[in-house]
């Protein structure tokens, strides 16, 4: 296992489009947080899962966004009806056991919402 | 609610010198964790350094250390001997301590290092 993926790299969409992107841990890691990253700005925290459970959401996560990870190992994220300001990096990270734990992350989704 | 700042949007040394990156946050926690998160152009984030805040002894890792000033709250990276790889955007983090919840992390807006040759 080479470290954590997400599927597309890139997405272009119109606006009031559905999109939906996938991430795939670290075998063997039971946290999985996505958070999302615009320019020049630092990640800012969406929502984590430890196995196939959603254990905390950000006030960032509005009902367009929903994100799932049903068998504890791979997640969706999917943004309803985007809008302009829903175009971003977003990232997925995971790790193993406890808080101190290192988060590796993956290489991001480029969303642009035209 | 938890805040970090990095006053410092870029800086550019020569390689070889010691640049030191500043940082400081606010939270409500007694215990915590920080970290030192560096993403290099087009390419992942990756950890560099991580503290424990009720652990007094600054973390070092080969050229990077950090300056933990609990009271001040204040969480510098030194990195010493700079190399041309070192150029990235370094992110400063926080999270707290917690049994079972609150598990994200908190980023500042980052500082952009340029090593110059």
């Known amino acids: 296992d080479t470290g954590v993926s997400q599927n597309p790299r890139h997405k272009i969409t119109k606006r009031g489009q559905n999109v939906t992107f996938r991430c795939d841990p670290i075998s063997e890691h039971n946290r999985l947080y996505w958070y999302r990253q615009t320019l020049g700005q630092g990640p800012e925290f969406l929502t984590y899962?430890?196995?196939?459970?959603?254990?905390?959401k950000s006030r960032l996560l509005s009902d367009r966004f929903s994100a799932e990870r049903p068998k504890g190992s791979f997640s969706t994220l999917e943004i309803q009806r985007t809008e302009q300001g829903d175009s971003a990096m977003y990232l997925c990270a995971s790790s193993f056991g406890t808080n101190y734990n290192e988060q590796f992350f993956g290489p991001g989704t480029r969303l642009t919402v035209l | 609610a938890q805040t970090v700042t990095q006053s410092q949007p870029e800086m550019s040394v020569q390689e070889a010198e010691t640049v030191t990156l500043s940082c400081t946050y606010d939270?409500?926690?007694?215990?915590?964790?920080l970290f030192w998160y560096k993403q290099p152009p087009s390419r992942q984030m990756i950890l560099v350094i991580r503290q424990e805040a009720y652990k007094q002894q600054n973390a070092t890792e080969n050229r990077f250390s950090v300056n933990f000033q609990k009271a001040a709250k204040s969480f510098s990276l030194k990195i010493s001997d700079s190399q041309l790889g070192d150029t990235a955007m370094y992110f400063c983090?926080?999270?707290?301590?917690?049994?079972?919840?609150?598990?994200?992390?908190?980023f500042g807006k980052g500082t952009h290092l340029i090593i110059q040759p």
């Open positions: 939270t409500s926690e007694n215990n915590y964790y």
């Open positions: 983090a926080q999270k707290p301590h917690s049994g079972g919840g609150a598990d994200g992390l908190t």
């Open positions: 899962f430890q196995n196939e459970a959603q254990l905390e």
